[in-house]
């Protein structure tokens, strides 16, 4: 990822210590890079001075929420439902088994993962996963 050869402005509001989930830290740090480099790829055609990549964390009830917005087109209406599919990209040399591969994996953990066009321009993705309850520490004789 070379976000500053593609002129991209990196915004990160992470939430330190909002919530403790259960999971395969590699497997969530392929997730989250994959939204990232899909969203860089579509700011390719935005004007440098637009470029803007939002990366938040927040804890939202009994969920972690995780959300990578980026300013570029937006994706077409009519196939924002099949993103997700195995298979379907809106890349010329895309392969369309990323956002497959982040959805099973997500889900695999308990979560959801989710699209939506930005008002603003642009497009968000945003997974949740639930909190894992801490256990209360044992009493002390």
Request: proline fraction near 5%; glycine fraction near 8%.
């Amino acid at each position: 990822l070379d976000i500053d050869a593609r002129e991209v402005r990196v915004v990160a509001r992470l939430a330190a210590g909002a919530a403790v989930v259960e999971a395969d830290r590699v497997q969530l740090q392929q997730v989250v890079l994959n939204l990232i480099t899909n969203a860089l790829d579509a700011m390719a055609q935005t004007p440098p001075a637009q470029r803007e990549l939002i990366v938040t964390s927040y804890r939202e009830q009994d969920n972690v929420v995780v959300s990578v917005q980026d300013h570029g087109a937006g994706i077409p209406a009519d196939v924002l439902g099949q993103v997700f599919e195995p298979f379907f990209t809106t890349k010329e040399d895309g392969m369309g088994m990323g956002l497959a591969i982040c959805r099973s994996i997500i889900e695999a953990h308990g979560g959801t993962l989710e699209v939506r066009n930005r008002r603003s321009g642009g497009s968000e993705f945003m997974f949740r996963l639930p909190v894992c309850e801490m256990l209360p520490a044992a009493a002390e004789p």
